[in-house]
């Protein structure tokens, strides 16, 4: 199975701040990957596909790069409503699999 | 509004059985493909199985293969998870979920919890 790696596993920010997490696979994943968000209690929310795509209705703060085994997520001026976890997930072979998460908390 | 509600949780012993039900409606159910996404209590997401919209395909994740089954009517608008030789490791949240085109887990379900005990 494709193993993803998330960094880092917690992230201390402050609103307003550009904030960046990582996403690795253990091998060429081509773009098929997505980035989620979950608060607690909560299903996940799609932030977005393919890589960089982003998902009607998700604000434009959120972005996404990458391709291949490396990739990150980025928002670029964290809001109060964006502390949260974000997992990354491979779905470019079975079986899909998920990062470990990524926990934004407030600084 | 597309809306996916999850039913079937509850308590099961080791070695148990338990069927999850997952009801869909706002959309034309038998065209999309679906899943099954499980979250053990306080961890990360795990992909458990995928089904294809006409159901002739299906994928499951080790952890669960040859125990788990996935199924679907589509005249119910309906997906199933027959979960056998339940293991207190299978204890968590399952959501059913669903895909489009290059989009694994479009829609969520709100969940419904396992509790494998004795």
């Known amino acids: 199975d494709i193993q993803m790696t998330q960094s880092p596993s917690t992230l201390s920010a402050s609103v307003g701040d550009r904030v960046t997490i990582t996403c690795r696979a253990s091998q060429s994943i081509s773009i098929g990957l997505a980035w989620y968000q979950q608060k607690p209690g909560k299903a996940p929310n799609l932030l977005i596909y393919?890589?960089?795509s982003l998902e009607s209705g998700v604000p434009s703060r959120f972005s996404g790069s990458g391709s291949g085994t490396e990739f990150t997520l980025t928002i670029s001026s964290l809001q109060p409503d964006d502390f949260a976890t974000y997992y990354c997930q491979q779905y470019n072979s079975y079986s899909w699999t998920f990062g470990q998460g990524t926990k934004v908390e407030i600084k | 509004e597309v809306q996916l509600v999850e039913s079937g949780g509850g308590l099961a012993q080791p070695g148990g059985s338990l069927r999850l039900s997952c009801a869909a409606s706002g959309f034309t159910f038998s065209t999309y493909e679906m899943n099954w996404v499980r979250q053990a209590p306080g961890k990360g997401l795990e992909w458990v199985s995928y089904m294809s919209s006409t159901g002739n395909t299906i994928h499951y994740a080790d952890s669960v293969k040859g125990r788990f089954t996935i199924s679907r009517d589509n005249a119910k608008n309906s997906l199933y998870l027959q979960m056998n030789s339940l293991r207190v490791e299978d204890t968590a949240v399952y959501y059913c979920?669903?895909?489009?085109?290059?989009?694994?887990?479009?829609?969520w379900g709100q969940g419904t919890l396992v509790t494998v005990s004795s």
């Open positions: 393919k890589a960089s």
């Open positions: 979920a669903r895909t489009r085109a290059f989009v694994p887990f479009e829609y």
